[in-house]
């Protein structure tokens, strides 16, 4: 029997996008769960080839407003111990940062929309970005932050906000922008975070997505050819 990729969400607007299409077309199976709808998250890791979290409009330390955050905490830790492969974005990097010990606050600047992250030095060697460019071009979405977890690797910085990217131990990452959003994702968002709207030019945001729609699409699929392979080599 094969192994499974989770996918967890947080919320229904914020589903895994390209992740889905890319994944599909491998070996593993794939399990999709959102907590908002009462999923609950199985312990059980033996049949579990990797774990990704997904972002939300939720912030990490409101459990007692979303006890399924809490829950997740708890998966989180126990899928650290067992050395699964985890890919946190977003509001899943946040939360895969608190499981790893790590503070969740405030960022220095709020980043909705597109922008520019650079990878440090240890990100440029590392296996999740192999075959990139040591700048991306990003999609943000996020007011809070998460701090370097003990121990991690800092992988990637923005002059907005300093810690973009981070993996702990052998194979789990958080990305605090998105790789998996298109521009229908997008639209769609804007459409649903309306109170929002007066911090961004959802036009141009738009018009961006739709004009680097190729490009960060190739770009990517490389991270997740890279996470796959990092899945596989763990099996």
Not at 77 to 83: D, G, H, I, V
Not at 102 to 107: D, E, R, T
Not at 111 to 134: A, M, P, S, V
Not at 166 to 180: M, W
């Amino acid at each position: 029997m094969s192994k499974e990729i989770l996918i967890i969400k947080h919320v229904e607007i914020e589903g895994p996008g390209t992740i889905e299409e890319f994944f599909k077309n491998t070996s593993w199976n794939i399990r999709i769960i959102d907590l908002s709808k009462g999923d609950s998250l199985n312990r059980d890791f033996k049949d579990i080839a990797a774990v990704i979290s997904l972002g939300g409009p939720m912030n990490v330390y409101e459990e007692k407003k979303y006890p399924f955050l809490k829950d997740e905490d708890e998966f989180l830790k126990k899928a650290l111990k067992e050395k699964i492969p985890i890919l946190g974005i977003c509001l899943g990097a946040q939360l895969l940062a608190k499981a790893c010990g790590a503070k969740v606050k405030k960022a220095p600047k709020e980043e909705i929309g597109w922008y520019k992250i650079n990878l440090t030095d240890k990100g440029k060697k590392d296996t999740l970005f192999r075959g990139l460019d040591f700048q991306l071009d990003v999609f943000q979405w996020h007011e809070d932050m998460f701090e370097i977890p003990k121990d991690a690797l800092h992988l990637a910085e923005s002059q907005g906000s300093p810690n973009q990217a981070f993996k702990f131990g052998e194979n789990a990452y958080g990305l605090q922008f998105h790789i998996e959003v298109t521009p229908k994702m997008i639209e769609s968002w804007v459409n649903e975070y309306k109170e929002s709207q007066e911090r961004f030019n959802a036009k141009d945001m738009l018009i961006e997505a739709y004009k680097r729609r190729e490009s960060f699409r190739k770009q990517a699929d490389t991270i997740y050819f890279n996470f796959a392979k990092i899945i596989s080599n763990r099996q």
